[in-house]
């Protein structure tokens, strides 16, 4: 079974620009969350998609949005890029809704903001 | 919002050491959850609980979900060079969302 795919795995833009990370989640699993991972911050939970529809959303500003597909794939968009928007992006799929549902990551999408 | 206080930022240890570390919260979580994450990659998941008191095994890998449920702990014993990388905790709430601690940095010295 193939694991959570991400692309593109590495990016860089400059400031201004606007960028589209896509998510393949685990076939089966229907909740996809985004994460952005920074040194200083750790994992910040950024939103979470089920049935094409967002269910949480973490304390980011309204230029990051997302959105899921019928197939459950997944993607974010961060528009008018800051330099503090690079980062590790970090996409997790999981069966299910709830706490007791693993969530299972990718190997995440490397955005540099020049 | 729920924070997790994770400790210690990092560590140094001899190959074959054991280690722990462990996350606090003020709040209190349904499900306990522990990852590794290698450079360049994405976490993976190495233990997963989900009854306070539960203690569970992955091999050299102890982890338990704490009676109160406000914190959890790892434990590797005979730690050996693959085991770098970095170890997150994270917990499940009702809202859920998993809330991550910001990880412990483990270097071992061969």
């Known amino acids: 079974k193939a694991g959570v795919t991400q692309t593109p795995r590495y990016l860089i833009k400059t400031r201004g620009q606007q960028v589209t990370l896509s998510c393949s989640p685990i076939?089966?699993?229907?909740?996809v969350s985004w994460y952005q991972q920074t040194p200083g911050q750790g994992l910040q939970f950024l939103f979470e998609?089920?049935?094409?529809?967002?269910?949480n959303k973490g304390n980011f500003p309204g230029r990051f949005s997302g959105r899921q597909f019928s197939n459950s794939r997944s993607e974010m968009n961060v528009s008018t890029l800051e330099l503090g928007d690079s980062a590790l992006y970090l996409c997790?799929?999981?069966?299910?809704?709830?706490?007791?549902?693993?969530?299972?990551f990718g190997a995440g999408t490397r955005l540099s903001v020049l | 919002g729920q924070q997790l206080n994770q400790s210690p930022q990092s560590m140094f240890i001899q190959e074959g050491e054991d280690v722990s570390m462990n996350c606090t919260s003020s709040?209190?979580?349904?499900?306990w959850l522990w990852y590794k994450q290698d450079p360049g990659e994405g976490p993976v998941l190495l233990i997963a609980?989900?009854?306070?008191?539960e203690l569970t095994s992955n091999g050299r890998l102890t982890a338990q979900f704490g009676i109160t449920r406000k914190d959890s702990f790892l434990n590797i014993s005979a730690s050996i060079p693959s085991d770098v990388g970095i170890y997150f905790c994270?917990?499940?709430?009702?809202?859920?969302?998993?809330?991550f601690g910001k990880g412990t940095l483990l270097t071992v010295n061969p």
């Open positions: 998609y089920f049935s094409e529809t967002q269910r």
């Open positions: 997790a799929s999981s069966l299910s809704r709830g706490s007791g549902n693993i969530q299972y």
């Open positions: 609980l989900y009854k306070a008191g």
């Open positions: 076939s089966g699993h229907r909740s």
């Open positions: 994270a917990g499940g709430g009702s809202n859920y969302k998993l809330t």
């Open positions: 709040s209190i979580f349904n499900t």
